[in-house]
């Protein structure tokens, strides 16, 4: 069971990113649209939810820095990954602080915090793309792999599917029989019609003397 808790670490991720780039958006429609005050609550929850959500998350990936089998060329993208997601971590966090500052004081948030917003859109994009890099080009915290000779057909997408049903072929027409002659070499078989007779040679005649004439 503990083996697989570095799986808990992407199902944080997603619900966390979800929860804040919701945010941006929904707090960026209330600074334009002064009316949408739907969206600015929606807005200052969902970034507070995901600040919170923060915690969990950057844990499980502490937990899965320190116990994902790795070697040294995957060792230091995660390096690369760890730091840009403390970064992102702690951006977020003190806009949160920020926003909550400002919903205390019954201000309303200037454009210094909503281009602090898409910076930290920008570096929590960056941060899961170097987190898509460490499974789907280094294989971090993949248990197996498919096996890329199968006793399935392969197609162009590379695959593998189960064999298809395949059906007998059709029995061929027989060959004529063929006729062997005397000689030991096949040949085909021709008509035989029974041979003519042949005309009968007049008889000799024999003289008294005993010598054909």
Known sequence: MFESMHVLHPVFVHFTVALLITAALLLFVARV?????????????????????????VGAGFYAFNTVAHDAPSHLAMIDHRNFAVVTALVWCVLAIWRIWVLRQKRRSGWPFFWSVFLAVFLLGITGFKGGELVFQHGLGVSSLPSSSSDGKSDGHG???????????????????????????????????????????????????????
Do not use: Q, Y
């Open 159 to 213: 695959h593998g599917h189960e064999a298809v049903e395949e059906h007998p072929a059709k029995p061929m027409a027989k060959a004529p029989p063929k006729h062997d002659n005397s000689d030991g070499h096949p040949h085909e078989a021709v008509e035989e019609h029974p041979p003519k007779p042949t005309a009968k040679a007049p008889p000799k005649h024999d003289n008294s003397d005993g010598h054909p004439h």
């Open 33 to 57: 649209h002064p009316w949408a005050e739907k969206c600015r609550v929606v807005g200052n929850w969902n970034l507070i939810i995901g600040a919170i959500s923060l915690l969990p998350t």
